[in-house]
DNA sequence: ACATTAAGTGATT
DNA sequence: AATCACTTAATGT
């Protein structure tokens, strides 16, 4: 099957040097293959989780939003990783407290939740890839947190628009004041203001819908 | 030409 | 840093 193998080159290409074949072939057979374009919501708050996601291209934004609708962004997934919040969430059908936005067109493969702990068994490469995926969300955790308590609100849209720029791989980014306001939910006026100084100090450049980011 | 949406600005809290 | 109230600029129809 042509779509099989497609999947399975991805898989590799992403994964290969992780886990075994055995494994990755049958993620093949038993994963539901899915695209999803930039700016589709792959996940909601309050969703039920029945499968772990495993980016194969793209990349996906991760967004805490309240119950009045604020947002803010917490980290991007990217290719070849994995949300092992998912993992836990899944297998105990809980809700998911966060938002997934496709932030470029991305592909993944969702694997149902019957297999994620059969898997710890049999593969102990599937073991240490989730120990390891914890790890580093925990990590872009801290990150989040550390942002969001010590950094100035100048300082952390720098960082936005460098993560930004790191995960679409260019430093035309389109958004506009509006969306970078949501993403880290303060209000447009100021981002507006802040960008507008940047530009000052030489290091963005203003486009209608469109920043570019100059000194990295 | 007109309406809509994005961005800029001064004043106030 | 947020909010308001308004202006100006860019774009779509």
């Known amino acids: 099957m042509k779509v099989d193998e497609k999947i399975s080159s991805l898989l590799n290409e992403q994964y290969g040097f992780i886990l075994e074949d055995a494994l990755l072939q049958e993620m093949v057979k038993v994963g539901q293959f899915r695209h999803v374009k930039a700016g589709e919501a792959l996940m909601d708050y309050n969703e039920t989780i029945t499968a772990m996601p495993m980016l194969l291209s793209g990349s996906l934004k991760i967004i805490r939003e309240d119950k009045d609708g604020n947002e803010l962004l ?20 809980k809700k998911s407290q966060i938002r997934a936005v496709a932030e470029k067109d991305s592909e993944l493969l969702l694997i149902p939740s019957e297999y994620l702990d ?30 969001l308590a010590f950094m100035k609100l100048d300082e952390r849209l720098l960082k936005y628009l460098r993560d930004k720029a790191m995960v679409t791989g260019s430093t035309e980014l389109q958004a506009t004041h509006q969306e970078m306001a949501y993403d880290l939910n303060t209000s447009r006026v100021v981002v507006s203001r802040l960008l507008k100084q940047m530009e000052k100090e030489g290091v963005i450049k203003m486009h209608r819908n469109k920043v570019e980011l100059i000194k990295l």
């Open 74 to 93: 917490l980290y991007y997934l990217e290719s070849g990783d994995t949300c092992a919040m998912s993992f836990t969430c899944c297998m105990g059908q």
């Open 118 to 147: 059969k898997w710890l068994l049999e593969y102990p490469s599937w073991k240490s890839y989730v120990f390891e995926s914890y790890h580093t969300r925990l990590d872009e955790f801290l990150e989040a947190i550390d942002a």
